[in-house]
């Protein structure tokens, strides 16, 4: 998929959220602790959240934004 702001092609991974830790990039969905540090593994922002979870998403390095494609149903 292309940047719709730079027309770069973005990476795929994942967005997390990391239980109470806030919310992640990853480029491997893996479980949360094997998560944390591995190459990929990018901290988007804290906020409170109270189960783990993940969601397919796009990641363009150079504009710092993230494009997360959702199912209206």
Same mark, same amino acid.
Not at 16 to 21: K, W
Not at 42 to 46: D, Q
Not at 65 to 68: E, K, N
């Given at each position: 998929m292309k940047c719709p702001c730079c +027309?770069?092609?973005m990476q795929s991974g994942f967005v =997390?959220? $990391?239980? =109470? +830790?806030g919310v992640c990039w990853v480029t491997e969905n893996r479980p949360m602790g094997a998560a944390v540090g591995c190459p990929g593994f *990018? *901290? *988007? +922002?804290?906020a409170p959240h109270s189960e783990t979870?993940? !969601?397919p998403a796009q990641r363009c390095a150079a504009c710092r $934004? !993230?494009?997360?494609a959702y199912d209206p149903e």
């Open positions: +027309g770069n092609e =997390r959220a $990391m239980g =109470r +830790g *990018l *901290l *988007l +922002g804290k979870d993940h !969601v $934004m !993230v494009t997360i």
